[in-house]
């Protein structure tokens, strides 16, 4: 099949347009970027340059994806934004490329970026994420795959969300969320994610293996690095949790008020 291209459209000529893209009233299409097949951006969707999309999106109005960064270390180089297959990203969205030369912004796939979610420079969002109604991540983000960010979520830059991480609506946090955990208040680690575990097909015995692995280690201050190193854990899932918390440079999610970091080890006599 063809492209749909409305007549008010602005686009450039170096921008390449795979296989039935759909492209609405008033959208601006900014070179060079590639835009994958069956992909339909709706009226007013402003992209690129410098992106480069998948198949089988679906953007929304106002939704503007690969403008420039708000950072006053963008000296206006080229750097890029990866979308994948099979996103939705609703209304006034807004996904922004990276701010060092080389760098780039990631989506993966079948994530939903609900309406005036905001992706900074330099953030990578794993497959099948869900951010909801103005969610707003700073610089250089990370967030896992399959985490869902309730409505209104605010994240610090460089911050790490785990998968399948759960941060309920209004929440913010400056540290570091683990895999399998839900987080509420101002970094405030409450329980892990039964529900988002359950319906990621993880089995009964797993589920209680990780919620026996929180409430011994990240729920019970004080976190000690060499006691976390020296596990032996029968499960994936268990290094996976240990494994962040031991790379963490921002601090951990505690489950009050106290600062989440590792213990320092002990100066050498």
């Keep these: 099949m063809g492209n749909s291209i409305h007549p008010t459209a602005i686009i450039d000529r170096n921008v390449e347009l795979a296989a039935d893209v759909s ?3 008033f959208c601006v299409l900014r070179g060079p970027s590639t835009i994958g097949a069956g992909t339909v951006l709706m009226e007013r969707v402003s992209v690129g340059p410098h992106v480069t999309m998948g198949r089988s999106n679906r953007i929304h109005p106002g939704a503007v994806i690969g403008h420039e960064p708000q950072d006053h270390a963008y000296k206006g180089g080229p750097t890029q ?7 939705e990203i609703r209304e006034y969205v807004t996904i ?3 701010t060092r030369e080389g760098s780039r912004t990631l989506v993966g796939s079948r994530t939903l970026l609900m309406s005036g979610a905001h992706v900074a420079h330099n953030c990578t969002v794993g497959d099948g994420a869900i951010l909801a109604n103005n969610v707003l991540l700073a610089g250089h983000v990370t967030v896992g ?3 869902f960010l309730s409505g209104g979520v605010l994240v610090h830059q460089f911050v790490r969300i785990g998968r399948l991480a759960l941060l309920r609506g209004g929440s913010r946090t400056s540290r570091d969320v683990p895999p399998f955990a839900i987080m509420d208040g101002t970094h405030t680690l409450r329980t892990i ?4 575990l359950r319906r990621a097909g993880f089995s009964r015995e797993t589920i209680e293996e990780v919620e026996r692995f929180y409430r011994e280690w990240l729920l019970s201050p004080p976190l ?3 006691a976390l190193e020296a596990l032996s854990l029968s499960l994936p899932e268990l290094a996976e949790i240990r494994d962040f918390v ?5 601090g951990i999610c505690a489950p009050s008020r106290q600062r989440r970091v590792l213990q320092p080890e002990p100066a050498e006599e």
């Design 224 to 226: 000690e690095r060499r």
């Design 246 to 250: 031991l790379e963490s440079k921002r």
């Design 145 to 147: 795959p399959g985490a």
């Design 23 to 25: 492209v609405g009233p």
């Design 81 to 87: 934004t990866v979308i994948g297959d099979e996103n």
């Design 96 to 98: 922004h490329r990276g």
């Design 193 to 196: 994610n039964r529900v988002g």
